[in-house]
């Protein structure tokens, strides 16, 4: 599935490190909104508020969003064509629970142990496809090697709010 290869032609390696940096931008985004919407439930606090309804809808609209960024990245390199189809996964997964999770708060106290124990089942689906996508990622990132002043600058660049 991942292409394993000790060395990395440079022109591929650009290639590489154009689309990884994409997918970093991606998680970023997906990390910001996902923050906002555990704020949200904290402060909740077991009740379904205005604010949490708010927070879930932004939450699938993010969703949406990169699904749609992710589908539209092309050309994808060779080299990270297994990386693209788990983030592709990754995100497809984590739409469906973002969806089901609005409709669950929408049906608030009318909501069935059956949908909740789906909504479990959607996000353990969402984080298993992350982690499997984090791992090739890893794998591509020792592929092309960046250097430590490349991955700073990608997360001060996609991290400066934070």
């Known amino acids: 599935m991942f292409r394993h290869s000790k060395s990395i032609a440079p022109e ?3 290639r590489c490190i154009h689309y990884i940096r994409a997918v970093f931008g991606s998680a970023a985004r997906q990390d910001a909104a ?19 309804l708010s927070a879930s809808a932004e939450l699938l609209c993010v969703a949406i969003e990169l699904e749609q960024t992710h ?4 050309p994808v390199p060779e080299e990270a064509l297994s990386v693209y189809l788990a983030w592709q996964q ?3 997964d984590y739409r469906a629970w973002c969806a089901f999770q609005a409709a ?3 049906a608030g106290a009318s909501v069935t142990s059956a949908a909740i124990a789906e909504n479990r089942r959607l996000l353990a ?3 298993r496809s992350r982690r499997e996508a984090e791992k ?3 794998r591509l990132l020792k592929l092309i090697k960046p250097d430590a ?14």
């Open 12 to 14: 591929s390696r650009d």
């Open 34 to 52: 996902a923050s906002a919407y555990n704020t949200a439930v904290v402060r909740a606090a077991g009740a379904v508020s205005d604010e949490l």
């Open 71 to 74: 589908a539209s990245q092309s």
């Open 90 to 92: 990754t995100w497809l």
């Open 104 to 106: 669950v708060l929408q």
């Open 125 to 127: 689906s969402a984080e």
């Open 136 to 138: 090739l990622e890893g």
């Open 149 to 162: 002043a490349m991955l700073q600058d990608w997360m001060k660049t996609l991290y400066k709010d934070g």
